[in-house]
């Protein structure tokens, strides 16, 4: 307990926490797009228990962090490029984001349009609580890598994913509303997770693209989507009270 007396564990804790919050974004979007394919009376238990197995995993992890270090190591070697477990693991996720989002997208807008006689496709529960605990299972080599790399004490990381997945627990609700009662966000979310995927990709390849160019990227199509709504939303009121006048 005596580390908790240092100020640098306060600031490393800290630090560590709000990074993996920050990492924990795209587990966000992908669990508010996974779970709302899922019934109305399914979706909280599908957050609240693939978070939860999320939890799990991380802190499983990160008890065997020297096996997490270990997987680093080169395993496979193809013309003088060197591939490790972690490599084949980001390519592999990846490449599933990228499958996933891209049928998703061609299913909304390729689609035929849902309407009252439509009975909508869900996913069943346990293959979204899957989907859900495997994407974690690579973002968690991220995260964790990234908590490595800023303090050597266990109980430091363990605190703040603990913390993190709190936070994801209470925001995925909301987060999970707004994109799902708006389809143009849902295609903002679906291809932001295409450059997620992307990015694991090319990370596995050894090539290192700093997130915050990708989180940047969203965050100015977000800021002017919700412009486009803000506006859209003022010209359907106005339209309405110019009809009231007219009547």
Do not use: C
């Not at 496979?76 to 997208?105: C, H, N, P, Q, Y």
């Not at 363990?158 to 609700?173: G, N, T």
């Not at 295609?187 to 932001?192: D, E, G, H, Q, R």
């Not at 090539?207 to 412009?227: C, D, N, Q, R, W």
């Amino acid at each position: 307990m005596e580390i908790f007396l240092q100020p640098d564990t306060w600031i490393a804790l800290v630090t560590l926490t709000f990074l993996e919050i920050v990492l924990g974004i795209d587990n966000i979007i992908f669990i508010s797009l996974v779970a709302g394919r899922l019934p109305e009376d399914q979706q909280k238990k599908a957050r609240l228990g693939g978070l939860s197995l999320a939890l799990i995993t991380r802190i499983l992890l990160l008890l065997s962090i020297t096996w997490i270090i270990g997987l680093t190591e080169p395993v496979l070697s193809m013309g003088g490029f060197d591939l490790s477990w972690r490599d084949i693991i980001l390519i592999a996720g990846g490449i599933f984001l990228l499958v996933k989002s891209t049928l998703e997208i061609h299913h909304k807008v390729e689609g035929q349009e849902e309407g009252e006689h439509t009975v909508k496709k869900v996913s069943s529960f346990s293959s979204a609580i899957v989907q859900i605990v495997l994407l974690d299972l690579v973002f968690s080599f991220d995260s964790i890598l990234t908590a490595v790399g800023l303090t050597e004490e266990i109980i430091l990381m363990v605190i703040a994913v603990v913390i993190a997945i709190i936070v994801m627990m209470i925001f995925a609700k909301p987060v999970g509303e707004f994109v799902n009662n708006h389809p143009t966000i849902q295609i903002l979310a679906l291809s932001f997770l295409i450059l997620i995927g992307v990015m694991l990709i090319v990370e596995g390849a050894h090539y290192h693209v700093p997130k915050g160019y990708i989180y940047f990227a969203v965050f100015f199509s977000l800021t002017i989507e919700m412009l486009n709504m803000r506006y859209r939303k003022k010209n359907t009121a106005d339209e309405k009270a110019a009809k009231s006048r007219k009547s």
